[in-house]
């Protein structure tokens, strides 16, 4: 997107109700849809940490099995 100083000076009037914040980020969402937005980022959040959470699981178990089953170089207590 390229900026210029009559764009800057003059919004349309299409981007006049747009979000500022969001508008310097590169996003064009209108305040009007502000909620459905911040409610879209919440879902995607959760989704996100379900993710991470399911995936340390998922770590942990394979960990797990590794401690138990042991080292392969280690030696076996000889039996007399």
Not at 22 to 48: F, H, I, P, W
Not at 53 to 78: S, Y
């Amino acid at each position: 997107m390229m900026w210029n100083e009559s764009s800057c000076s003059q919004p349309e009037q299409a981007d006049a109700d747009v979000d500022e914040l969001l508008a310097v980020l590169g996003y064009k969402v209108r305040s009007s849809d502000m909620a459905e937005v911040a409610q879209k980022l919440e879902q995607l959040e959760m989704v996100m940490a379900n993710a991470q959470a399911q995936q340390d699981g998922i770590m942990d178990k394979i960990g797990g099995a590794l401690h138990i089953g042991g080292n392969k170089d280690e030696k076996k207590p000889q039996q007399h």
